[in-house]
């Protein structure tokens, strides 16, 4: 490996690890409950698209026809059977009315926070965000680009807790 590529492991904190799905190696970063595999990510994903539809008070076959597949296959999805495009997500994510980032952070909450905590705090900001009228995103997009400078530069006007 080049010291580019190990130093690129070692600042995002990535480990070497064997998925059954991959016959070579493949580099993660541990989750709240170790590192899931493949197949666990696509189950946890299943599993956030029926709780979604069910909210939705939808049925498979009505889903699926607004998705345009047949019920067996959009049921392959939520069984994790299948692998899912990107495109079928935000499809999906249009369809049932929420977040992209929703249906991952229940995938993976890892990737929003070092702690559960901080990874819900994260994730409870976003929703709260997206929720917010144009004007006022603008404002508090404003607002968090001066926060971060201010922290750039070392004066952190928000002292941690």
């Known amino acids: 490996m080049s010291k580019n590529l190990d130093s690129h492991i070692e600042e995002l904190g990535l480990l070497q690890t064997v998925d059954p799905e991959n016959e070579k190696p493949v580099y993660r970063r541990e989750g709240f409950d170790g590192i899931s595999t493949f197949e666990e990510l696509d189950a946890k994903l299943g599993e956030q698209l029926r709780k979604c539809r069910q909210a939705k008070d939808l049925s498979r076959a009505d889903l699926a026809t607004l998705v345009g597949l047949s019920e067996q296959v959009y049921g392959r999805y939520e069984r994790s059977s299948s692998k899912m495009q990107v495109s079928r997500l935000i499809h999906l994510s249009e369809i049932l009315g929420v977040s992209p980032l929703g249906l991952l952070f229940a995938t993976a909450p ?14 409870r900001m976003m929703k709260l ?9 603008s404002s508090i997009v404003k607002l968090l680009e001066t926060v971060s400078v ?3 530069a070392g004066d952190d006007p928000i002292p941690s807790t």
């Open 129 to 137: 965000l997206e929720e917010l009228p144009p004007e006022t995103m």
């Open 150 to 152: 201010l922290q750039a």
């Open 110 to 123: 890892n990737l929003w926070g070092k702690t559960p905590e901080e990874a819900d705090t994260r994730f």
